[in-house]
């Protein structure tokens, strides 16, 4: 597969203008560059995969936050109103 990207990104070039010459210097600097960017490139897609299962179990973990925060509020409200001489 990468080889293809290289093959097509060479043929773009060449075939872009005239003035675009493919030689050694070019196209040796390209395949490392090329070589280089492989790795990030295919961690990418899992990382997004990752970056988007952390924000749903984050927002998880903090709506079961609010939601036990909101009840021990509500607990405390109904236990003030059950028993007003305790808040004295």
């Known amino acids: ?9 060479f ?11 493919l030689d050694a210097e070019k196209a040796f600097v390209s395949l490392s560059l090329f ?7 295919t ?4 990382m997004i995969a990752n970056l988007v299962q952390a924000s749903f179990h984050f927002n998880d ?3 079961s936050y609010v939601r036990s925060v909101m009840g021990s ?3 405390e409200r ?5 028993n007003p001489e305790m808040t004295k």
Do not use: C, G, H
């Open 73 to 75: 509020i509500e607990r």
């Open 35 to 41: 070589n280089i960017l492989r790795f990030p490139l």
């Open 61 to 63: 973990v903090f709506q």
């Open 78 to 82: 109904e236990r003030v109103t059950v």
């Open 11 to 21: 043929a773009v070039y060449v075939m872009s203008s005239e003035d675009n010459i």
């Open 1 to 9: 597969m990468w080889y293809q990207v290289s093959l097509t990104t």
């Open 43 to 46: 961690m990418l897609p899992m």
